[in-house]
């Protein structure tokens, strides 16, 4: 039972510009989203979260959206970078329940 | 560094093997939770521990079984090993057991083989 989904595996995307990473949940009663990058041989890392009292939130180049209505939420890097290049899992929890993971969406900014 | 520390990184094993893969929290975190990430797919979770009791349980094989011990490091062993279960394990651990805009901390993984 697949409760967060990413459809898209690859992006690329040129340096500077936007990069658009999407992903999709069926549970309502998640309360809390959250975005980790994971570079080959490592593990995920935290890169930004959202809280469902809000639509958007920023931090640095990074900005989440999120639409409760849709139950869709997304990622905006911009600019892109090199650096950027890696894989990306949103996640969501309702408070005092397991996280659920997308399956990724594997990144490529282009020099 | 997230300071969740995995040991091994690699293992190699046979079929019908045993193994154990062993978790330390960060400092001051009480919940240990396990993942299994296969090829091509997302992060899977097997089961949470928060201060040594077990507080979820997910698609966890019934050859699998984990612990949390009294100084809050964890182990994950996994049984009669099946080539299917060559895959990346991931610990992870959190202050609390999943509370309001709780984040999750990784380590770097082990690299189960099974040949």
């Known amino acids: 039972d697949q409760q967060v989904k990413q459809n898209s595996p690859s992006l690329s995307v040129q340096e500077g510009r936007i990069s658009i990473l999407n992903c999709d949940y069926t549970n309502s009663m998640f309360d809390y989203f959250l975005w980790y990058k994971k570079y080959p041989a490592e593990g995920p890392t935290f890169l930004i979260s959202?809280?469902?009292?809000?639509d958007k939130n920023e931090d640095g180049r990074f900005t989440v959206f999120l639409n409760k209505s849709a139950k869709h939420l997304s990622l905006h890097i911009v600019p892109s970078q090199p650096g950027d290049s890696a894989v990306y899992f949103c996640a969501a929890h309702k408070t005092g329940n397991q996280f659920y993971f997308g399956t990724g969406t594997s990144l490529t900014v282009i020099p | 560094d997230s300071g969740v520390t995995q040991t091994p990184k690699h293992l190699i094993t046979a079929t019908g093997q045993r193994v154990t893969l062993r978790c330390s929290p960060r400092s001051g975190d009480l919940s240990v939770y396990w993942y299994q990430q296969s090829l091509d797919q997302g992060l899977q979770f097997l089961i949470q521990y928060y201060n040594g009791e077990e507080r979820a349980k997910g698609n966890i094989l019934e050859r699998f079984s984990a612990q949390q011990f009294p100084d809050l490091h964890s182990e994950l062993n996994l049984s009669s090993l099946e080539l299917g279960d060559s895959a990346l394990y991931f610990c992870?651990?959190?202050?609390?057991?999943?509370?309001?805009?709780?984040?999750?901390?990784f380590g770097s993984g082990t690299q189960l083989s099974v040949l």
């Open positions: 959202i809280s469902s009292i809000k």
């Open positions: 992870a651990s959190s202050v609390s057991p999943s509370g309001a805009n709780e984040k999750l901390f």
